[in-house]
């Protein structure tokens, strides 16, 4: 794979006007000679960013960071069919194994916010090369936990390790292909990783019902030191030259004539906290809560997925509730892929539309359908089908609105992440982090709730309350892609020029 080259691109964010370059002038080639020549350059510029790859590179790195985004979707998989396991493995109610679920994704928001920030400053594969061992202790660790603190310990430390796969890898797709392309690359890398949740709960619950759970935990573990060697020895770095904090210090102390700048080198404390100062944005915050409250109907699914659907249609196998995931997973995988295609699709007819203008916003209008549709009707269906329907009519019907769920909500999420590396493209890792901070955060407070409302109000009522969310995060979909011109004036965190994108 090709060698860094120079900087080509100023990597420092301005704010962006729709349709303009960085000068205040239409991006459209015409004016005067000055102007034509200035634009030119910027062309062949931006061009050369995104050609220091080859194809067959850039697949073969997409199937890297695939790897590594699909393992903490495998880590989190595969452990919801054997909560039945831990808890009666550990003298304990399957809720307060549920517990560690919110633990999990605590711990996720959190990796993800220090991996994006240090993969600003370093770059994308000193974070890989860090977090993927944490993530091969942690699941040995669970392997041999005898108590729930133990258990709850090291899921945390494992989840950390693996939960920036999806924000620094994301970060990579910004990194080597352009804004018309980005879309299908992110479908392609989110339904690579979006197997998981298809292929995890099966492989969990397979393992759980003929060997033991913990045997689960030490495959994650073997995964975890595959992937690390294969990123170690294959993978190249992909931030744009000039980029990185690191560089930028380098290039500081050469100009000051600083013996050794060039090789400048030192471990620096930087605020994983203050990646979140960017959802000061009303754009980034609002698809930062609408994918939460999408994302939401999948865990309200999923999580007491052995106490609602099992124990409703009598499915004690584990192996067989495991499979009864499939649906959903193969409803991700599907969708994610489409929708980027999409949307890459819906933002070239649209620029054409305009002349060549660009407004970012218009990657979201992929979302509307799903967002008002498939994600809220889906899990309202689930609850009402699973508490009123009978017999196979109700499992089928159960796992029509599981693969419905699967597909709408990556035709939400796909678009919403390629949207927020367009609009910060020279800190896309750290806005994928932000977003997924959030995400995560809220998530687990959310399920926190979960099991007691189930307990309390009922599946149908609990499942209705998350459908009602669904729809609030349309709301703020169509509000972004309605007003988002308007809402990036409000706050300037620094958003992406077309000639950056």
């Not at 994650?220 to 931030?239: D, H, K, Q, R, V």
């Not at 102390?253 to 600083?258: I, R």
Request: net charge neutral; hydrophobic share 45%; aromatic share 10%.
């Amino acid at each position: 794979m090709p060698e860094e080259t120079t900087p080509l691109l100023d990597p420092t964010p301005r704010s962006t006007l729709r349709g303009q370059t960085q000068q205040g002038e239409p991006f459209n080639g015409t004016g005067d000679s000055n102007t034509t020549a200035k634009t030119k350059t910027i062309e062949e510029e931006h061009n050369a960013v995104y050609n220091r790859f080859s194809k067959g590179s850039k697949i073969g790195i997409v199937a890297l960071i695939s790897v590594c985004g699909l393992l903490p979707l495998f880590v989190s998989g595969s452990f919801f069919p054997s909560i039945p396991s831990i808890s009666r493995d550990m003298d304990t109610s399957p809720s307060i194994v549920s517990l560690t679920v919110s633990v999990s994704i605590f711990a996720a928001c959190i990796g993800a916010l220090v991996g994006a920030s240090y993969s600003g400053f370093y770059g994308r594969k000193p974070v890989y090369l860090v977090g993927l061992p944490l993530l091969t202790i942690g699941s040995i660790g669970v392997a041999f936990s005898r108590t729930m603190p133990e258990l709850m310990l090291w899921r945390f430390l494992q989840t950390f390790g693996g939960s920036p796969g999806l924000s620094v890898g994301a970060g990579v797709i910004g990194d080597i292909y352009r804004l018309e392309e980005r879309g299908t690359a992110m479908g392609v890398f989110f339904g690579a990783c979006l197997l998981g949740p298809a292929l995890a709960p099966l492989v969990g619950g397979v393992i759980s019902h003929y060997a033991s759970w913990r045997i689960t935990q030490l495959f994650l573990g073997a995964w975890g030191l595959l992937a690390f060697i294969c990123i170690a020895t294959m993978y190249p770095e992909t931030s744009i030259p000039g980029s990185r904090g690191i560089d930028k210090k380098r290039a500081e102390l050469v100009a000051q004539n600083v013996a050794q700048g060039e090789k400048w080198f030192k471990i620096v404390w930087i605020n994983p906290l203050k990646t979140l100062n960017l959802l000061r944005s009303p754009n980034l915050l609002a698809v930062a809560l609408a994918g939460t409250f999408v994302l939401l109907t999948d865990y309200v699914i999923l999580t007491p997925l052995s106490v609602t659907l099992g124990a409703r249609y009598g499915i004690t196998n584990q192996a067989v509730l495991g499979a009864c995931f499939i649906p959903i997973g193969l409803g991700n995988f599907t969708g994610a892929p489409v929708a980027g295609y999409l949307s890459d699709q819906i933002l070239k007819r649209k620029r054409i539309q305009r002349k060549g203008e660009w407004y970012p916003e218009d990657r979201l209008i992929g979302t509307v359908f799903a967002s008002a549709t498939l994600v809220p009707l889906s899990v309202l269906g689930f609850g009402l089908v699973t508490t009123y329907v009978e017999g196979k009519l109700g499992l089928y019907l159960d796992f029509l609105c599981l693969f419905a769920n699967g597909v709408g909500v990556d035709l939400v999420l796909s678009p919403s992440a390629a949207y927020i590396v367009d609009v910060m493209h020279s800190k896309s890792a750290e806005s994928m982090a932000a977003n997924n901070g959030l995400r995560s955060l809220l998530i687990a407070v959310l399920l926190a709730a979960l099991m007691p409302m189930l307990d309390n109000i009922g599946l149908a009522w609990t499942n209705a309350v998350s459908a009602l969310l669904a729809w609030i995060g349309f709301a703020l979909l169509w509000c972004t892609i309605r007003y988002g011109e308007q809402m990036r004036s409000w706050v300037d965190v620094g958003y992406t020029s077309i000639e950056d994108s």
